[in-house]
């Protein structure tokens, strides 16, 4: 499946997707409803598990002032979200562990990744 963005500022064009859930821990885990928040530097929830083989529809929002983008390479997934902006992405992956991760500039290593786990 795959997931245009709203907006582009950067690299990424398209995205495909996997499965979600959270709740409001570090580590979180349901079926759907996951909000998964960007700002500087850092993702709320940093940790999050979603369902194997099951789409799943997270919400992306970008809470800070800079553009931001939610990647994970291993399921082709990457999504620009500028400042203020909310858009919804469905993931659907295989069992594994994924990182997720911001791909502008300096941002992974600021800090800005989480861990993806689908049991």
Do not use: W
């Not at 999050?48 to 809470?63: G, K, M, Q, Y």
């Not at 939610?70 to 902006?85: D, G, H, W």
């Not at 295989?94 to 502008?104: A, E, F, R, S």
């Amino acid at each position: 499946m795959s997931v245009s963005p709203g907006a582009s500022f950067a690299a990424s064009p398209s995205a495909s997707t996997s499965t979600a859930q959270a709740s409001s821990g570090p580590s979180a885990s349901a079926s759907s409803g996951l909000v998964v928040e960007a700002t500087e530097f850092k993702f709320n929830p940093t940790a999050f598990d979603v369902r194997a083989n099951t789409p799943t529809e997270i919400t992306l929002t970008n809470v800070g002032v800079a553009p931001h983008n939610f990647s994970v390479k291993e399921l082709n997934i990457s999504v620009n979200v500028l400042a203020r902006q909310t858009l919804p992405v469905t993931i659907n992956a295989p069992p594994g562990t994924y990182t997720y991760y911001c791909n502008l500039p300096g941002h992974r290593q600021a800090g800005m990744f989480g861990t993806l786990t689908v049991p």
